[in-house]
């Protein structure tokens, strides 16, 4: 499958708009990926490894110019850097923009202990192909983590969104607003999400409120995306 042209085939249906484009965009990067392991696994030999997504590919929330955020998590097998080879270099060649990190559950575990960014991204794993044992594992440790180190996260949290908001100002009522990293943007349903993980903070009720505006948002994203042609969030006057 030459996933740049079903992503161009997506970007001029639009009769899909916001979270479903996402989702039928992140399904369709699910299914390639799963054969691409498949493809490493066969020349390499299978077994101790999956393919996981994180951040805002964990969430399922694609769109059409998002990068591919993954890491491939292994049991220690010495060959896993040309199994990675494998899989990474065919998202090249299809010229799209991939995050990557090769690790071990323990080596993904460490960093997120010191790490606000690879903290929160591990909270958003999803299992793409492998072993699901392995990402079952990770999952639950990265939550057990988290949440030991609640306090420490929590206040990192807060001044992440105090000097967000700061540099971003509101997008409610900017002309030329950061969809992400303004003060009621995308971002900050994440961190609402991420706290809530480490210390219950949202009441009964809240949940649907917060994804209307949540789907909102992402939709005038996905459509920023689909008639500039360029990754980002802010929304330009004659974009």
Known sequence: ??????????????????????????????????????????ECGA???????????????????SDIDVLLLHDGRPDIGTLADRVWYPIWDEGLKLGHAVRTSREALALAADDLDTATSLLQVRHLAGDPDLTDLLAERAI?????????????LSRRVRDRHELAGEVAFLLEPDLKEGR?????????????AARRLLWEGDDPVLASAYDTLLSARVELHRRTGRPGARLLLGS
Do not use: F, I, N, P
């Open 184 to 196: 009621g943007g995308l971002r900050d349903v994440h961190t609402l999400r991420w706290a809530d």
């Open 47 to 65: 077994g101790g490894v999956a393919l996981v997504a994180v951040g805002g590919y964990g969430r399922a929330e694609l769109s059409l110019q």
């Open 144 to 156: 057990s983590q988290w949440q030991k180190r609640s306090k420490r996260w929590l206040e990192e």
């Open 1 to 42: 499958m030459a996933l740049a042209s079903a992503r161009d085939a997506l970007q001029g249906d639009t009769t899909l708009v916001g979270g479903a484009l996402c989702r039928r965009y992140s399904d369709l990067v699910d299914g390639w990926l799963a054969e691409l392991l498949t493809s490493a696994e066969a």
